[in-house]
T-cell receptor, first 114, second 117 residues
Framework: AQKVTQAQTEISVVEKEDVTLDCVYE???????LFWYKQPPSGELVFLIR??????QNEISGRYSWNFQKSTSSFNFTITASQVVDSAVYFC???????????FGAGTQVVVTP | EAGVAQSPRYKIIEKRQSVAFWCNPI?????LYWYQQILGQGPKLLIQ????????DSQLPKDRFSAERLKGVDSTLKIQPAKLEDSAVYLC???????????????FGPGTRLTVL
C-alpha cells in the first residue's frame, strides 16, 4: 500500500525565518516518484518539484530546497527566509508503478506573518 | 500558455439537487483527472481519462457521480443527487504524456468549491 504522512498540520513562522516541512512515504515499489505542490488560498495546486526514486540528489531552487533520503523514506522541503507570499498549504505526493495514482499527504498549512 | 480552466468557481446547492462542473485542460494534454478535496485533506482521485477513455474510476461513487470527456478535450463531472458529504473542492488536472508515464507532472486548475446544504 502507498502512504504519505505529513505529520505537521500547521507551522507558523515570522517572516525571514526558515521553515522545514516533513514528508514521510511508504511504498514497496522500487521505482516511484515524489512531488511537492503548493496550494495558496486561491485553491489551485501549483507544482513545485518532482523527484525520481533513483535520484537522491538534493535540489535547491531559489529559496526552496528539498532533501530526499531513501534510507528514512523522507522527502523534506525547506523554505529559506520565508515571506508572507509563502503562506499556503503544501502537499507532498507519491506516485508508483503499481498504484499508478497520486497519493497525497494531508498537507501542511504554513502561515508566515510579517 | 493557458492553464487548466474550471467553472464555476463556487456552487451552493441543496441536498438531492444536481450539479455539474466543467474543465478545460491545457492544450495538448492527453490525460485529464478529477479530484475531490475535502477540507483539511489532500486531494483524492475520482476519475482519470486518457483522451476520451476512462483509465481509472475505481474511487468514483458511481451511484451518484458521473463524468465524461466526449471529444478528448473538455470534461464534465456531474453529481446527481448531491449529499451533504459531497461538500468539497473539485479539482481538475491534466498531464501531457498519459497514464503510462509516471514521471508525468499534473497541472491543476483553480477548483470548484461545492457547498451542499
Amino acid at each position: 500500500a502507498q502512504k504519505v504522512t505529513q505529520a505537521q498540520t500547521e507551522i507558523s513562522v515570522v517572516e525571514k525565518e526558515d521553515v522545514t516541512l516533513d514528508c514521510v512515504y511508504e511504498t514497496r515499489d522500487t521505482t516511484y516518484y515524489l512531488f511537492w505542490y503548493k496550494q495558496p488560498p486561491s485553491g489551485e495546486l501549483v507544482f513545485l518539484i518532482r523527484r525520481n526514486s533513483f535520484d537522491e540528489q538534493n535540489e535547491i531552487s531559489g529559496r526552496y530546497s528539498w532533501n530526499f533520503q531513501k534510507s528514512t523514506s523522507s522527502f523534506n522541503f525547506t523554505i529559506t527566509a520565508s515571506q508572507v507570499v509563502d503562506s499556503a498549504v503544501y502537499f507532498c505526493a507519491l506516485k508508483t508503478d503499481s498504484w499508478g495514482k497520486f497519493q497525497f499527504g494531508a498537507g501542511t498549512q504554513v502561515v508566515v506573518t510579517p | 500558455e493557458a492553464g487548466v480552466a474550471q467553472s464555476p468557481r463556487y456552487k451552493i446547492i441543496e441536498k438531492r439537487q444536481s450539479v455539474a462542473f466543467w474543465c478545460n485542460p491545457i492544450s495538448g494534454h492527453a490525460t485529464l483527472y478529477w479530484y475531490q478535496q475535502i477540507l483539511g485533506q489532500g486531494p483524492k482521485l475520482l476519475i482519470q481519462f486518457q483522451n476520451n477513455g476512462v483509465v481509472d474510476d475505481s474511487q468514483l461513487p458511481k451511484d451518484r457521480f458521473s463524468a465524461e470527456r466526449l471529444k478528448g478535450v473538455d470534461s464534465t463531472l456531474k453529481i446527481q443527487p448531491a449529499k451533504l458529504e459531497d461538500s468539497a473542492v473539485y479539482l481538475c488536472a491534466s498531464s501531457f504524456k498519459g497514464s503510462g508515464s509516471h514521471t508525468d507532472t499534473q497541472y491543476f486548475g483553480p477548483g470548484t468549491r461545492l457547498t451542499v446544504l
